[in-house]
């Protein structure tokens, strides 16, 4: 699939949602929830810090989705996210039966910046490809440019630490 210009405005979204989570003290990650008809219907910026280690954005927007959507409408909506989800994230996504995910950067190169910087991944989990936790989510990235943005969050919150 090729990525289109209101995918990116998605995409910039969640890099902004981000920054907000950083600025905020939590971890810069953020999600947006589209229908199939390009709507956008919830958001949700990383509360790690500020709520509880649990409240990755990819989790609200999946509950919130299974809250208020019919089955037929989270398996027709993408999800849109700053960074690859988690285990925990990826396995919440499969469960609520929503569909594609378009992410900005992959766990991958979250690793790979860790270790030029030096950082210790101080997570009780490994960290794994959504496609290893749920084989039957279609998903899309990393988007070569807005990961660069989403490299210098990282390193803002890494320094931080």
């Known amino acids: ?19 907000e989570a ?8 953020g ?31 999946a509950k919130w989705a299974a809250a208020n959507m ?6 027709n909506a993408v999800v849109y996210t700053s960074g690859e989800h988690c285990a925990m994230c990826s396995a ?10 378009v992410y900005v950067s992959s ?10 910087m030096g950082v210790t991944s101080t997570s009780p989990i490994n960290s794994l490809s959504i496609q290893e936790v749920a084989p039957n989510v279609s998903v899309q ?8 943005e989403v490299k210098a969050l990282q390193q803002r919150a890494f320094h931080r630490r």
């Open 1 to 19: 699939m090729m990525i289109t210009a209101n995918d990116m405005m998605y995409l910039r979204r969640c890099v902004e949602l981000a920054t």
């Open 22 to 29: 950083l600025e905020a003290g939590d971890q810069p990650f």
């Open 31 to 61: 999600s947006v929830l589209v229908d199939g008809d390009g709507h956008v219907l919830h958001e949700d910026r990383n509360r790690a810090n500020s709520v509880d280690a649990t409240y990755h954005p990819e989790i609200a927007v």
């Open 70 to 75: 019919t089955a037929e409408a989270r398996a």
């Open 92 to 101: 919440a996504h499969a469960w609520a039966g929503l569909g594609h995910i």
């Open 107 to 116: 766990s991958k190169q979250l690793g790979e910046w860790m270790e030029e």
């Open 141 to 148: 990235g990393p988007i070569a440019g807005l990961d660069a």
